[in-house]
């Protein structure tokens, strides 16, 4: 089979995959694939692994502000998350399943890494623009190495995950893990490299890593949002390839199931997600994303 993707707009990367490995994009695949490192999954372990203050709903804070969100989210977006500022707060949010930890402070980084039995063997960062609301402007998928992440996650990683072999997300702020995931990012697998993919299915079927990486570019993931409450179409064909075109531009993504109503995808509460636009060349990305724009929030409301 190929690689498991659950996003149809994202096979795009993986359509030349043949392999009989199981290849996890979504959370939820990969807790029933590896359950002997499925606790990466629960957020309270992951805070008390770090010796982060924490404790379910049900043990006060001793102090505040506090960080409050599910102990167990496979869908992700943020869902349930707060920050608890007082014990009204506290009280007002509490909710049976969720727990509170310590409220970080720093840069929020998403980090790819190819681990070998729980030795890390690559790594990849990217950090977002904030757009408000839960929503990202662009992601920067970085050329450099970041050694505060790769000192920390890395003694963690080989501490706790001996045994593993494959792709490993991590989320950190200031280099401390507030996310894991057995898995890694699908938005931007064009943007590590020719033969990144091939690499990745060499890791699960050989557990080897093989990826040549010595010369790395910036790269750019560009997001367009629009107004919740609308039914979108799809652009046409015509229009993704105009946009594919685009110099400097390497994907295009248009992230939503045409079929389904508006509630029935996972989103941020500040929009609705209509498409993605990866390239090297920040300023085509985004001139990519205009093109789609003007299709986008253009058209006459679509009703049903």
Same mark, same amino acid.
């Given at each position: 089979?190929?690689?498991?993707?659950?996003?149809?707009?994202?096979?795009?990367?993986?359509?030349?995959?043949?392999?009989?490995?199981?290849?996890?994009?979504?959370?939820?695949?990969?807790?029933?694939?590896?359950?002997?490192?499925?606790?990466?999954?629960?957020?309270?372990?992951?805070?008390?692994?770090? @010796?982060?203050? +924490?404790?379910?709903? *049900?043990? !006060?804070?001793?102090?505040?502000? &506090?960080?409050? %969100? =599910?102990?167990?989210?496979?869908?992700?977006?943020?869902?349930?998350?707060?920050?608890?500022?007082?014990?009204?707060?506290?009280?007002?949010?509490?909710?049976?399943?969720?727990?509170?930890?310590?409220?970080?402070?720093?840069?929020?980084?998403? @980090?790819?890494? +190819?681990?070998?039995? *729980?030795? !890390?063997?690559?790594?990849?960062? &990217?950090?977002? %623009? =904030?757009?408000?609301?839960?929503?990202?402007?662009?992601?920067?998928?970085?050329?450099?190495?970041?050694?505060?992440?790769?000192?920390?996650?890395?003694?963690?990683?080989?501490?706790?995950?001996?045994?593993?072999?494959?792709?490993?997300?991590?989320?950190?702020?200031?280099?401390?893990?507030?996310?894991?995931?057995?898995?890694?990012?699908?938005?931007?697998?064009?943007?590590?490299?020719?033969?990144?993919?091939?690499?990745?299915?060499?890791?699960?079927?050989?557990?080897?890593?093989?990826?040549?990486?010595?010369?790395?570019?910036?790269?750019?993931?560009?997001?367009?949002?629009?107004?919740?409450?609308?039914?979108?179409?799809?652009?046409?064909?015509?229009?993704?390839?105009?946009?594919?075109?685009?110099p400097g531009v390497t994907s295009v993504q248009i992230t939503f199931?045409?079929?389904?109503?508006?509630?029935?995808?996972?989103?941020?509460?500040?929009?609705?997600?209509?498409?993605?636009?990866?390239?090297?060349?920040?300023?085509?990305?985004?001139?990519?994303?205009?093109?789609?724009?003007?299709?986008?929030?253009?058209?006459?409301?679509?009703?049903?």
């Amino acid at each position: 089979m190929p690689v498991c993707e659950a996003d149809p707009w994202r096979l795009q990367y993986f359509v030349h995959v043949d392999t009989a490995a199981n290849i996890p994009t979504e959370d939820s695949d990969a807790w029933q694939w590896y359950p002997a490192h499925r606790f990466v999954y629960d957020k309270l372990a992951l805070a008390l692994s770090q @010796s982060l203050d +924490a404790a379910p709903h *049900g043990v !006060p804070p001793p102090r505040y502000p &506090v960080f409050s %969100k =599910p102990i167990v989210n496979l869908r992700g977006m943020g869902v349930g998350s707060h920050v608890l500022r007082s014990q009204a707060d506290y009280v007002k949010h509490y909710a049976p399943g969720h727990f509170w930890m310590t409220l970080l402070d720093g840069r929020h980084v998403s @980090s790819d890494i +190819a681990v070998v039995d *729980g030795e !890390p063997r690559w790594w990849r960062h &990217v950090t977002g %623009k =904030p757009a408000g609301a839960g929503m990202f402007d662009y992601w920067i998928v970085h050329a450099e190495p970041d050694a505060g992440i790769e000192t920390h996650c890395g003694k963690w990683v080989r501490k706790n995950l001996t045994g593993y072999t494959g792709m490993l997300n991590v989320e950190t702020i200031g280099a401390t893990i507030i996310e894991a995931h057995l898995r890694f990012a699908d938005q931007w697998p064009d943007l590590y490299g020719p033969g990144w993919v091939d690499a990745v299915v060499g890791l699960y079927e050989r557990r080897e890593w093989g990826f040549c990486d010595d010369d790395r570019s910036e790269g750019y993931s560009v997001v367009l949002f629009g107004p919740n409450g609308r039914r979108y179409r799809h652009p046409p064909p015509a229009v993704v390839e105009e946009v594919k075109a685009m110099p400097g531009v390497t994907s295009v993504q248009i992230t939503f199931h045409e079929d389904r109503a508006p509630d029935q995808h996972a989103m941020p509460p500040g929009g609705f997600r209509l498409a993605i636009v990866n390239g090297f060349d920040l300023r085509a990305a985004m001139a990519g994303r205009e093109r789609l724009k003007v299709h986008f929030l253009g058209m006459e409301p679509v009703h049903g």
